[in-house]
């Protein structure tokens, strides 16, 4: 499949993956640069060739969730309450889907490079994981550098009636999210692309249903692809992926 323009705006990119005639399409785009980005942590640079490796992994531990985060978000700057998100997929996924062995430090490193783990444009996250405010991108409407994506959930999402916009924090496009988005709390609501542990969880099982087993160079490598078939995606979420499983390592 050959990928749709892409551009970069602000020094960040986000991606939105769409199920478009029953294959994944990837657009990228944001509205506006991110001038609220103060981040000190240090993620070096990987320069690993497709399909070599995985970044370093630490599974997290199903006990003490909270408290593992509020200490690992004093290291890396991650919310803490994203890191909780992550955690609590990398949990649920283990019990659904044993044989994918998705990484918390995977999501991580995705939602890095969607949206700061929630924070794209002073965006916070509350207790309930919901975000404040919104995260939308960008009119999918064909403009030079973006994909057009015509209205496909009325604005019930995105607030567009006209074009699809990438929504939450993990960057899903409404028709993606009508088909992949989960509730992670169990609570019987809609899932919610704006709530953090509905994404990171939907976002967990888009990427094992496109990898397979993440533990192995060419699952991992072919989940993020599937998010955005970009090797300097690949390698941005992979080098955020592998510092933050060290930094939880060294706790």
């Known amino acids: 499949m050959i990928p749709p323009p892409r551009r970069r705006l602000g020094g960040l990119i986000l991606l939105v993956a769409a199920l478009v005639t029953g294959a994944v399409v990837i657009v990228i785009g944001t509205n506006q640069p991110d001038k609220t980005a103060t981040f000190t942590f240090e993620v070096p640079d ?27 978000s004093e290291k890396t700057q991650i ?36 949206s700061h783990h929630g924070r794209y444009n002073g965006s916070r996250i509350g207790a309930d994981g919901v975000l404040t405010p919104p995260i939308i991108g960008i009119a999918l409407d064909g403009s030079p550098g973006v994909q057009a994506v015509p209205d496909t959930d009325g604005g019930r999402l995105d607030g567009d009636t006209q074009w699809d916009r990438a929504v939450g924090p993990m960057q899903f496009l409404p028709a993606t999210w009508a088909q992949r988005g ?67 390592a060294a706790l």
């Open 79 to 114: 919310p803490a309450r994203s890191l909780v998100a992550y955690a609590r997929a990398e949990i649920a996924i283990r019990q659904t889907d044993p044989d994918c062995k998705i990484n918390w430090s995977t999501l991580a490193g995705v939602g890095r490079v969607e």
């Open 182 to 248: 989960v509730r992670a709390s169990g609570d019987g609501a809609a899932p919610d692309p704006q709530n953090m542990d509905d994404a990171a969880l939907s976002a967990a099982g888009f990427l094992c249903a496109r990898g397979g087993d993440l533990s192995s160079a060419e699952g991992w490598w072919k989940a993020v692809f599937a998010y955005n078939r970009s090797v300097a995606y690949g390698r941005n979420v992979f080098s955020g992926a592998d510092a933050y499983a060290k930094a939880a």
């Open 46 to 72: 990987l320069d690993v060739a497709p399909g070599a490796a995985v970044p370093t992994g630490h599974a997290v531990d199903g006990s003490g969730v909270t408290a593992w985060a509020e200490r690992l």
